[in-house]
Nanobody
Framework: VQLQASGGGLVQPGGSLRLSCAAS????????MGWYRQAPGKQRELVAA???????NYADSVKGRFTISRDNAKNTVYLQMNRLKPEDTAVYYC??????????????WGKGTQVTVSS
């Protein structure tokens, strides 16, 4: 499975961006899809995740500004990022956690998309 992310770019503080991530094919089941980010010199951190049932989880630093959503039919996850701050600057990675068959857990990562917040 390949995860194709898009939507990154350069935006001014206070601006918005929308990231998309589509899985190349369907697998047996998907537990959750989400977004992580990694800034220079820092560890990769969870930004937001959404389960197959629609439950969401956000990092405290993005609560109230970012919204994750999912189109199960398209195996696609979105991240709407509003009121962006310079500290949101990072490479954003898409993640998929699920099962390829009833017994085999799998995890996939996208290649990452750069988000830069700067004036």
């Amino acid at each position: 499975v390949q995860l194709q992310a898009s939507g990154g770019g350069l935006v001014q503080p206070g601006g918005s961006l929308r990231l998309s991530c589509a899985a190349s094919r369907t697998i047996f089941s998907i537990n959750a899809m989400g977004w992580y980010r990694q800034a220079p010199g820092k560890q990769r951190e969870l930004v937001a995740a959404i389960s197959s049932g629609g439950s969401t989880n956000y990092a405290d630093s993005v609560k109230g500004r970012f919204t994750i959503s999912r189109d199960n039919a398209k195996n696609t996850v979105y991240l709407q990022m509003n009121r962006l701050k310079p500290e949101d600057t990072a490479v954003y990675y898409c993640n998929l956690d699920g099962y390829s068959d009833p017994w085999t857990g799998v995890e996939y990562w996208g290649k990452g998309t750069q988000v830069t917040v700067s004036s």
